[in-house]
């Protein structure tokens, strides 16, 4: 298995009701996807985008089929080892951003690391770090509704990274967003995308696709098309992920992908990670 | 798994800070049922400590014969309850009295016969007022004191009463020349001899209100009302080490004498309590009944309450669990603010419970009692309502499906 692979489903199938009321969301549906691609799913209402995502990000259970991440099976763990990984290496971006209200910017952010055994003061340190990197910073104790739609999904996309997740999913993330706020926040996940993360991203909007390197367009729980438009060489190297799984490693890890340029800023933003999490 | 504890605790204080008067209220509900079990508690201990340390005033040589009724004790009860007159059932009789005296070891014995009666004065006519029947040696065993005169003597007992404190006040208005006076009973006319010193204990191992009370001869209350009913018979032992044997042989004595009914106790020491114990307990076992009855609605408000948070919160749920938050996550995160909720209640309720404990004692004889014990079984049984009513609500939080939970936006 090539070392690239991060996710791999096989004759994945979801399926709605019994008998005559029977309809599927998925139906045999394969796919590959690397470290470091962006991709965008496209395709009408009803044609299983959404539950695609869902099943990718363990909100949801295939009826039946395989789902490799990280070279487990994942389809039939338990539903607290589901929660588990779901905090740390999945990280979702919603089209109505799902911050919830009674909390400040700052606490809105540090959730994911509540469950991933932070201490308070590591968990607002680390959101606050997030924050800043989306100029939202001097917002910090501002409520959700205080904020424009824009600024709220930048909360929400730095909510997504704070945990160093592998896989960012976002389900139409522009959605509710005017034109301006849309590139904006486009240029937030590619910046993301730049880092090493592979960014799963649904849209219905033609025009974003200029951002992926992969496009598949979904029609009845199928793949339609499946256009790569980055040869896989080129993906951005994932770092971060693989300094989150194993620490003790990092001076491995960077022997094994030598080939990126900017391999000294990437370094140092190691660092700076590393840092941030003591 | 401690800093998640933490975590879980803070997010609970959060959430009944920002519902504030629902909290409290809910609070409030836990509170009165645990208030009134406390205050059933302490009231209930403050009255058998006022019994235990009047036994032990008297002193450690006393022994008690009781009449047992033959039928059972509900049914005993009941009739206790019914009827105008509690005393009525005996079957100790003045002859027994002189059985008891003949047995070894023993310095004193006294009657106790109690009946109601219309009391009159020259000047005023009290109606149920108690009469206590005795005999001389009553006064050589219970420890009161005479404000004015003496007790009865052998030259005076068949037509002489000793009045309590309050009774000669409220019939002469006066206790200083009260001696000396005659008051009627029945139409008899009796000398009052002596006026007793004000004693204020309302509640004793006699059952009289020695204050209200007019004292008299057994013989001679025998004779106005035709038939006395002896309650309690006192007995003063010379020696303390040999209490058991004194009472085995009151007991066989007895037994002998009723040929072999045996229809009487015989008791000593730490098991003399309040003549009406066991009326007294079914009554603070029922009320005890009611104020749990209470704490299970105030359950029901806490468990109502969670499950209309649960509702409001669906959509956080929804996200927390997207991030990474397991079941159980939230399951404790639920029931957290349900425990704390209720022991938030029951702190409050022990409180409240004391403080009106100790109102209540303001216009009663007895203090309140506190015993680590009951503060302990207080909140342990907060904390067990706070899991049964929370964790319902907790485990439907926790059950939720995060994708229906996301939908379901403001």
């Given at each position: 298995m090539s070392e690239n692979i991060l996710i791999e489903l096989k004759g994945l199938t979801k399926r709605y009701g019994y008998g005559d009321t029977e309809s599927f969301a998925l139906k045999d549906f394969d796919l590959t996807i690397k470290r470091g691609e962006f991709i965008m799913i496209m395709g009408p209402?009803?044609?299983g985008k959404t539950t695609l995502l869902n099943i990718i990000g363990l909100l949801d259970r295939a009826t039946y089929g395989e789902y490799i991440l990280n070279g487990e099976n994942v389809a039939g763990i338990s539903a607290r080892r589901q929660a588990r990984l779901r905090a740390k290496k999945i990280g979702f971006v919603f089209q109505n951003f799902?911050?919830?209200?009674?909390?400040s910017i700052l606490e809105n952010v540090a959730l994911p690391l509540v469950y991933t055994g932070y201490s308070k003061t590591a968990r607002l340190k680390n959101a606050s770090s997030a924050l800043k990197r989306f100029h939202l910073q001097e917002r910090e104790y501002y409520f959700p509704y205080q904020l424009s739609g824009g600024q709220q999904q930048r909360v929400a996309i730095a909510r997504a990274i704070v945990g160093n997740p592998e896989i960012i999913l976002a389900d139409?993330?522009?959605?509710?967003?005017d034109s301006r706020s849309s590139h904006i926040v486009m240029e937030e996940l590619k910046a993301i995308h730049e880092e090493g993360n592979t960014i799963i991203m649904v849209t219905h909007?033609?025009?974003?696709?200029?951002?992926?390197?992969r496009v598949i367009n979904m029609l009845d729980g199928q793949i339609d098309t499946d256009v790569k438009t980055v040869a896989d060489a080129n993906l951005p190297q994932p770092i971060s992920v693989k300094i989150k799984r194993k620490k003790k490693e990092t001076e491995t890890v960077e022997i094994i992908t030598p080939?990126?340029?900017?391999e000294e800023k990437n370094k140092e933003e190691k660092k700076h990670k590393k840092g941030r999490r003591k | 798994m401690a800093l998640l504890l933490r975590t879980h605790y803070k997010l609970a204080k959060a959430s009944i800070r920002e519902n504030r008067t629902r909290s409290f209220l809910t609070c409030l509900g836990i509170a009165i049922g645990v208030a009134s079990i406390i205050l059933i508690l302490s009231l209930m201990g403050g009255i058998s400590n006022l019994v235990k340390s009047e036994v032990s005033e008297i002193g450690s040589d006393l022994i008690v014969v009781r009449p047992i009724s033959t039928k059972d004790s509900i049914t005993n009860i009941v009739e206790e309850l019914t009827s105008a007159n509690s005393f009525q059932k005996s079957n100790l009789s003045v002859a027994d009295v002189k059985t008891i005296k003949k047995v070894e070891g023993i310095s004193a014995v006294a009657p106790i016969a109690v009946s109601t009666n219309t009391v009159a004065s020259e000047k005023n006519t009290f109606s149920s007022v108690p009469v206590l029947g005795t005999n001389l040696d009553f006064i050589k065993i219970e420890p009161l004191a005479l404000r004015y005169g003496a007790f009865l003597t052998e030259n005076n007992e068949g037509n002489s009463v000793v009045l309590g404190h309050t009774l000669s006040l409220a019939l002469f208005n006066t206790i200083n020349s009260t001696v000396g006076k005659t008051v009627t009973i029945m139409g008899e006319k009796f000398m009052v001899v002596g006026v007793l010193d004000s004693i204020d204990k309302s509640i004793n191992f006699d059952n009289v209100d020695f204050d209200n009370a007019l004292i008299m001869d057994i013989n001679a209350l025998d004779k106005i009302t035709g038939s006395t009913q002896i309650q309690q018979i006192n007995i003063k032992a010379n020696?303390?080490?040999s209490l058991p044997k004194i009472s085995e042989d009151i007991e066989s004595a007895l037994v002998n004498q009723k040929l072999g009914d045996k229809n009487f106790s015989v008791s000593y020491g730490d098991k003399i309590t309040h003549p009406a114990s066991s009326l007294f307990m079914i009554v603070s076992g029922m009320l005890t009944l009611v104020a749990m009855i209470s704490l299970v609605v105030g359950g029901i408000g806490v468990m109502n309450i969670m499950l209309v948070s649960v509702s409001e919160r669906n959509h956080e749920i929804g996200i927390r669990k997207a991030v990474g938050a397991s079941s159980r996550n939230i399951l404790m995160q639920f029931l957290f603010e349900a425990l704390i909720l209720s022991i938030l209640g029951g702190i409050l309720g022990l409180i409240l419970g004391y403080v009106l404990a100790f109102i209540i004692s303001t216009i009663t004889p007895f203090a309140p009692h506190i015993s680590l014990g009951i503060i302990l079984v207080t909140f342990l049984t907060t904390l067990v309502v706070g899991i049964i009513f929370g964790i319902y609500p907790a485990l439907k939080a926790a059950s939720k499906n995060p994708i229906d939970s996301l939908k379901h936006y403001r």
């Open positions: 209402s009803g044609c799902n911050l919830i209200e009674d909390l139409e993330p522009t959605g509710n967003l909007n033609p025009a974003l696709t200029v951002y992926a390197t080939e990126n340029d900017d | 020696n303390t080490d």
